[in-house]
């Protein structure tokens, strides 16, 4: 299987432009190295639920890998304003949240002629015993420190990002051409990587997700964002016997999330979404994501859009005087980007 997607990234290489060859290459297939599993039956369920707003809406089951079940909802446009197959808007959560976070947003594209589709993340909502909370991420995350193997920390959900687009493009009524993704904080930063990973995202939506783990903790602004998984980190620190530091934040990072802060991270990531386009949200006052990081990552795609041709495909979008949230004006903006370039 790894030799298979070796091959698929080596075929899109192939007919890249040259700029835009060099940046895919290396990391997309290193990457994918690092999630890969064998591919199963997908084994979807649907389950019809109540209305929203008069739209049809069902839940979803599908199959990621051998021991993952991946709960999610589904939401149709109004078929007598919106005919033949339509485009997708894949959305989300944060820490802590589950599938029902990305609601508005959803109902906002399912509004607009997409089909809404929302995934709990893993150790999240319908994947845990609680049904919300982060108690089942945070010791998941633990034990990936531990034994060094899974993980759940970010990569393993975009796994079943690119599992549930294996889904969507099996459907009648989905134009798999026209698929978006979006996402809020930790969903912010899976959209990127599952749009860097996957070159079916046909465009993308981060939201306060966008960053450079590397300036953050070359520049000690990392904190905030271990704060995220707070529980988690500190039993790794007691289990290590080491320092609250960033070397063991570098130590920490390797175990569960290697190359995060490093060939993976925002700024080698997003050029692997060129020349698709990609709409970065973030807040100017976010100390999860420092905006310094913020800048550096888009900075750094800018050459890529620029040697496909694509400049206008990449937009910054900063919310000033803002904290780590999302304003409704960039719900605006993000319905308004999807509209924009996968015209439902």
């Given at each position: 299987?790894?030799?298979?997607?070796?091959?698929?990234?080596?075929?899109?290489?192939?007919?890249?432009?040259?700029?835009?060859?060099?940046?895919?290459?290396?990391?997309?297939?290193?990457?994918?190295?690092?999630?890969?599993?064998?591919?199963?039956?997908?084994?979807?369920?649907?389950?019809?639920?109540?209305?929203?707003?008069?739209?049809?809406?069902?839940?979803?089951?599908?199959?990621?890998?051998?021991?993952?079940?991946?709960?999610?909802?589904?939401?149709?446009?109004?078929?007598?304003?919106?005919?033949?197959?339509?485009?997708?808007?894949?959305?989300?959560?944060?820490?802590?949240?589950?599938?029902?976070?990305?609601?508005?947003?959803?109902?906002?594209?399912?509004?607009?002629?997409?089909?809404?589709?929302?995934?709990?993340?893993?150790?999240?909502?319908?994947?845990?015993?609680?049904?919300?909370?982060?108690?089942?991420?945070?010791?998941?995350?633990?034990?990936?420190?531990?034994?060094?193997?899974?993980?759940?920390?970010?990569?393993?959900?975009?796994?079943?990002?690119?599992?549930?687009?294996?889904?969507?493009?099996?459907?009648?009524?989905?134009?798999?051409?026209?698929?978006?993704?979006?996402?809020?904080?930790?969903?912010?930063?899976?959209?990127?990587?599952?749009?860097?990973?996957?070159?079916?995202?046909?465009?993308?939506?981060?939201?306060?997700?966008?960053?450079?783990?590397?300036?953050?903790?070359?520049?000690?602004?990392?904190?905030?964002?271990?704060?995220?998984?707070?529980?988690?980190?500190?039993?790794?620190?007691?289990?290590?016997?080491?320092?609250?530091?960033?070397?063991?934040?570098?130590e920490f990072y390797a175990?569960?999330?290697?190359?995060?802060d490093g060939p993976f991270?925002?700024?080698?990531?997003?050029?692997?979404?060129?020349?698709?386009?990609?709409?970065?949200?973030?807040?100017?006052?976010?100390?999860?994501?420092?905006?310094?990081?913020?800048?550096?990552?888009?900075?750094?795609?800018?050459?890529?859009?620029?040697?496909?041709?694509?400049?206008?495909?990449?937009?910054?979008?900063?919310?000033?005087?803002?904290?780590?949230?999302?304003?409704?004006?960039?719900?605006?903006?993000?319905?308004?980007?999807?509209?924009?370039?996968?015209?439902?």
């Amino acid at each position: 299987m790894k030799l298979m997607r070796l091959a698929v990234a080596l075929l899109v290489l192939q007919f890249a432009p040259p700029a835009l060859a060099d940046a895919v290459s290396e990391t997309r297939v290193a990457y994918l190295a690092v999630i890969d599993r064998p591919r199963v039956a997908l084994r979807p369920e649907l389950t019809e639920m109540p209305a929203v707003e008069g739209l049809k809406k069902y839940h979803l089951w599908f199959s990621a890998d051998a021991t993952e079940r991946v709960p999610g909802y589904l939401l149709l446009p109004d078929p007598a304003s919106f005919k033949g197959p339509r485009p997708v808007v894949i959305g989300l959560h944060g820490t802590g949240g589950n599938k029902d976070d990305m609601a508005n947003i959803l109902l906002r594209a399912a509004k607009a002629g997409f089909i809404g589709v929302a995934i709990d993340g893993r150790f999240h909502g319908e994947r845990t015993r609680a049904g919300r909370g982060t108690a089942e991420y945070d010791a998941a995350i633990v034990e990936a420190f531990k034994a060094g193997k899974g993980h759940p920390f970010y990569y393993d959900t975009s796994w079943d990002v690119m599992r549930l687009v294996d889904y969507l493009a099996t459907r009648k009524d989905v134009e798999a051409a026209r698929i978006g993704l979006t996402g809020i904080s930790k969903g912010g930063i899976e959209t990127y990587l599952a749009a860097a990973a996957d070159p079916r995202i046909a465009a993308a939506v981060p939201y306060i997700g966008v960053q450079s783990f590397k300036w953050a903790l070359d520049n000690g602004q990392w904190r905030a964002r271990i704060a995220t998984i707070q529980s988690a980190f500190d039993a790794a620190v007691a289990h290590a016997g080491k320092q609250d530091d960033a070397g063991f934040v570098r130590e920490f990072y390797a175990r569960v999330v290697p190359g995060i802060d490093g060939p993976f991270d925002g700024p080698e990531m997003l050029k692997l979404i060129a020349p698709r386009p990609l709409l970065v949200v973030n807040a100017d006052s976010d100390a999860n994501t420092p905006i310094a990081g913020v800048r550096l990552a888009v900075r750094s795609a800018q050459p890529v859009y620029a040697a496909a041709n694509a400049a206008d495909r990449l937009q910054l979008l900063i919310e000033e005087d803002t904290p780590h949230r999302v304003n409704p004006e960039a719900v605006d903006a993000g319905i308004a980007w999807f509209v924009r370039w996968l015209k439902p």
